[in-house]
């Protein structure tokens, strides 16, 4: 192995959070190098509007994706199970490159309600202790939705997300979502043009008595320049968002908002095709000294640094503190332990209308982040009393793509091949919608994340081994928000109207969602979590980690606004705070 | 005793720095403002060593004459400009001769730093003096024969070459006479974008009018307002230069050099400077020709290939994106009777430069794989000729040499 000169800041992973840390850190002067195990990617010369939008190549095989032969997870529902490897990503695809997931995501760009961050608090204050599941560990987030509200601002800004306020410093905004919490500032872009499908679910939930609003969009609306200087394109609309890159520089990402900047500065450094294997500590265990990683030759370096900051996917920043032995494994029998635990997920369905021949969607005019949503089921929104559950779901009425290879859809009992199976998605492909539920998925003490004892990754690695499991709390909750679609749907016009309620066991093999949240949760208390309110390690003080493992658990909505949020909270505490006393936890345990 | 030897030591120590030292201190303002004029000159555009950063040399220039071989000015004794001296210097900038009388090639401007006064061609020199000296061997006979008979170039300079001085017009500002300076002297914008006779000297009466390089065309920046910048304003021509990205479009290919190793680094002041110059020197050009009929057959194929595969980004009036895709409507560039820079990012794409003032540089993918050259030339023909533009229709012949002439490395050039 061989040394390298030390740095001040090491960064793993340069996605969403290793970007804006890295742009930040290296603007407030520092050294910083990032170690991204996957490629170099730029918009310019991967994302080429002649070759991005292939079907084929991104969505069917999964280009700009990890690789299982790299790494991947063992995945169980129950600790009396044997995990198995996942040897085909399929409910989750975990990103890899630069850019990371912020590349392929949808760009759906969320903020949490007030409540979900004091989840516990809420619902014991409100509807009882009662109403929290037995073996049910959710519990409050160690910061409050105001101390994030400008770093949302500031995530919105960088992104230049369109969308309509709906509550702006407390005033309730016409055209808005009025269950958000309070805004600083209105959405930098207006919001995207709505389409037949969303004008029809906004009159229908309207009608309900609900309160229907554009969903907050990474897809750009309008040209646009961010506060680092960097320039967005209005989205065409082409169909090609969610598991491909932007050609257009419309969707925002680390690669269109950070990396242009990012790149320029002198300071920092980026090394692709490096895998980091471990972080380095002190004998003691209470200083990370650096990182260990491997080339794509195969050699190992160590890289010093003063500060390192764990940002890879929320699951990769786990396994890395795992492997790295720092912090207590959670360990559900003797409920012991912090790493690994309030691993939590996403709990999806909703109902598709099959409409008349006359009501053409042409759907293939989508985007990513397209919709027309309702928050009036969302997260404690509507009144829980004698629902028996907590939580909530968003409901969506998107236009994402209608992409020729996988979109084949039939009316309800058609035949599965042949020519009346042709002639039934003749009959259907332009005259159907659906409308979706994105559900809360709550923390359980049987629902965690540690080290599998049997498998390994290319490296000799124990790979991470996933038990969940979607539980009866969330199915009741998912089933009663889905129930909401269908009358929706039916409102909307549609001559027949199918539903689909989530139902377990969690399955590896149909996508889902990659919305992979805790295992590194952040907590008031040494006790609960793995990292402090700063996002800074309760051990190791000089070791800061980012993205959705910090969430204790998962809200009614994607999670990439909040992991923004939280980088910037987190960057403040470093530049303000962390950075006049190296070394120096920022709360005492 | 003691204290005396220390001094005596730390004379010595000095009289041995002053000379190894490639900058004298005292100096340093005249270093700064060759630093400068070295900018404003692009030296590097061309001159870019192999490292990226030094000016080494070692790039073959294209030229209709052959390839030349671009030499290392760095003050290296063996393979740069180390035994050079400012007389030297000043000979090669003004006379187009290299020490001991053989003749330089005037690919190397001369015929426009000739007009740079003795003062700043020593500023240039102190500054390349006070760089590193890089060793780099750089092959000087590349160009074949007969061009590779340096004395030939002593009956071109008599034909195309007067040595001289730039003289100010004093019925002008001093924006105005700072801009001609800049522009006819170390700016040298004349190399690419005047037309040059059989002999690559300038095309007697056309200066500034455009021109053909390296299978592109430097647009005329007369004050032209269909065919070069007298519909510009001036804030637009300082943001073009500065960022290289306007309302209207961006630096791309040459161009693009140009603005990230010089014009982005020049003042302000400057700018406007040539902004000025090139505004009031004077409109020239061709008038605007009959626009070819929408209801032409190629304009028509053209405006359907158009609504495939240019107007999500360009959009459907051609009016592009502020600062991120270019403006087609109005469009200077491609509205040169020579269709050269439409066809090449067409078919070999290009990607815009980026700046300190505009770091993203969106790129124009190659559409050689998907368009034929009767596609391509109708697509141009339909761009020339819509939303006011007006321009001669572009042939497959003329589509059939540029595909030749790009023939190699698609730009953005990963796939």
């Known amino acids: 192995m061989s040394r390298l000169p030390k740095k001040d800041v090491v960064i793993v992973g340069l996605g969403w959070t290793g970007s804006i840390m890295a742009h930040e850190l290296a603007m407030a002067g520092l050294d910083v190098v990032a170690i991204e195990r996957g490629p170099w990617r730029d ?124 509550n702006l410093k407390g005033a309730i905004q016409p055209g808005g979502n009025p269950f958000e919490g309070w805004r600083s500032d209105e959405y930098p872009t207006r919001p995207l043009s709505p389409n037949l499908a969303q004008t029809m679910f906004q009159k229908a939930a309207t009608d309900l008595g609900m309160h229907p609003f554009p969903l907050p969009s990474g897809n750009i609306s309008e040209a646009y320049t961010n506060p680092y200087g960097v320039r967005l394109a209005p989205c065409t609309y082409c169909g090609f968002c969610e598991w491909f890159g932007c050609a257009n520089y419309s969707k925002a990402s680390p690669l269109t908002c950070v990396m242009p900047a990012l790149v320029r500065q002198p300071n920092f450094e980026a090394r692709t095709l490096c895998e980091v294997t471990r972080v380095n500590t002190t004998p003691d265990g209470k200083m990370a000294t650096g990182v260990t990683y491997v080339d794509a030759d195969g050699r190992e370096w160590e890289q010093p640094a003063d500060l390192v900051l764990l940002c890879a996917y929320a699951l990769f920043n786990v396994r890395l503190l795992m492997v790295s032995k720092i912090g207590a494994q959670y360990d559900p029998a003797s409920n012991t332990g912090t790493l690994g635990r309030n691993y939590a997920y996403q709990t999806n369905a909703g109902s598709v209308g099959y409409f008349s021949k006359d009501t053409n969607f042409n759907s293939f005019a989508g985007a990513g982040s397209l919709g027309m949503m309702a928050d009036d089921y969302n997260g404690d929104n509507f009144d829980h009393t004698g629902l028996s559950f907590i939580g909530g779901a968003n409901i969506n009425c998107t236009t994402t793509n209608a992409r020729p290879i996988r979109t084949h859809p039939t009316q309800p009992g058609a035949p599965k091949w042949g020519s009346a199976w042709k002639r039934s998605m003749v009959d259907t492909v332009n005259h159907y919608q659906s409308v979706g539920t994105q559900g809360s998925s709550m923390a359980y003490r049987d629902c965690y994340l540690d080290l599998d004892p049997t498998y390994t990754d290319r490296l000799g690695r124990p790979l991470m081994r996933m038990t969940f499991d979607f539980k009866e709390n969330d199915l009741k909750m998912s089933r009663h928000v889905v129930d909401k679609t269908a009358e929706i749907v039916r409102a909307m016009g549609a001559e027949k109207v199918t539903t689909s309620y989530k139902k377990g066991p969690w399955s590896v093999v149909p996508y889902q969602t990659t919305h992979n949240t805790g295992g590194a949760v952040m907590s008031s208390t040494p006790r609960d979590g793995v990292v402090n309110r700063y996002t800074q390690h309760w051990d190791v003080p000089n070791l800061f980690v980012a993205g959705a493992c910090l969430f204790p658990q998962n809200a009614g909505y994607n999670p990439t606004g909040t992991v923004g949020a939280l980088t910037y909270w987190a960057l403040e505490a470093i530049k303000n705070h962390y950075l006049k006393n190296p070394g120096e936890a920022l709360v005492q345990a | 005793m003691m204290r005396s030897t220390i001094l005596a030591a730390t004379l010595l120590a000095a009289t041995a720095m002053a000379t190894a030292a490639k900058a004298d201190p005292d100096n340093f303002t005249e270093v700064q403002r060759g630093r400068y004029l070295a900018t404003a000159g692009d030296c590097m555009g061309c001159h870019i060593g192999p490292d990226g950063k030094s000016l080494a040399g070692g790039n073959l220039l294209e030229t209709p004459f052959g390839k030349i071989s671009v030499p290392n000015i760095t003050p290296d004794n063996e393979t740069g400009i180390g035994h050079w001296s400012a007389q030297d210097f000043y000979e090669a900038m003004h006379e187009g001769k290299r020490p001991g009388g053989t003749h330089l090639y005037p690919a190397f401007p001369y015929t426009a730093f000739t007009k740079m006064p003795r003062a700043d061609t020593d500023a240039i020199y102190a500054y390349l003096r006070a760089q590193e000296g890089v060793t780099n061997r750089v092959d000087r006979d590349t160009l074949p024969f007969p061009f590779n008979i340096r004395l030939l170039m002593a009956g071109w300079n008599w034909l195309n070459f007067t040595p001289g001085a730039f003289r100010p017009d004093p019925q002008k500002s001093a924006a105005y006479n700072r801009g001609a300076y800049l522009v006819e002297g170390p700016a040298h914008c004349g190399l690419c974008h005047t037309p040059r006779n059989f002999m690559g000297g300038d095309k007697d009466g056309e200066h500034l009018q455009g021109g053909a390089l390296q299978g592109w065309f430097a647009p005329s ?15 637009e021509i300082v943001d073009y230069l500065r960022s290289g990205h306007t309302e209207r479009g961006a630096a791309s290919g040459p161009m693009g050099e140009v603005v990230a190793y010089s014009t982005s680094r020049m003042t302000g002041e400057d700018l406007r400077a040539i902004a000025t110059y090139l505004r009031e020197r004077g409109a020239a050009g061709a008038a605007a020709p009959q626009p070819v009929a929408a209801g032409d057959a190629r304009m028509q194929a053209g405006a359907a290939i158009y609504e495939d595969s240019c107007a999500a980004c360009h959009t459907r009036d051609g009016s592009g994106v502020a600062g991120m895709f270019p403006r087609l409507a109005d469009n200077q560039l491609v509205q040169q009777p020579d269709p050269a820079g439409i066809l090449h990012v067409v078919l070999q794409g290009s990607q815009s430069v980026p700046t300190p003032q505009a770091v993203t540089a969106p790129a124009m993918p190659s559409l050689r794989w998907r368009l034929t050259d009767q596609q391509v030339a109708d697509v141009a023909t339909f761009i020339r000729n819509s939303w006011g533009n007006a321009a001669a229709a572009v042939t497959t012949d003329q589509v059939k040499a540029m595909r030749e002439a790009t023939a190699g490395i698609a730009m953005p050039q990963r796939h």
């Open chain 1, 43 to 166: 918009t310019a010369a991967d994302y080429n509007i002649g070759t991005a939008p292939d079907e084929l190549r991104y969505a069917v095989r999964q280009d700009i994706f990890l690789r299982p032969a790299q790494d991947t997870q063992t995945a169980r529902n129950s600790p009396d199970q044997m995990a198995l490897p996942i040897r085909k990503y399929g409910s989750y695809l975990p990103g890899n490159g630069v850019g990371g997931a912020g590349v392929h995501w949808n760009g759906h760009t969320w903020r949490f309600f007030p409540s979900d961050f004091r989840l516990r608090s809420h619902y014991v204050e409100r509807y009882g202790a009662g109403i929290i599941p037995e073996d049910c560990t959710v519990q409050d987030w160690p910061v409050s939705y105001d101390e994030l509200e400008p770093h949302y601002d500031f995530f919105e800004k960088v992104n230049g997300t369109s969308g309509k306020a709906g």
């Open chain 2, 221 to 235: 920046i007369t004050a032209n307002k269909r065919l070069g910048i007298g519909a510009w304003s001036e804030a």
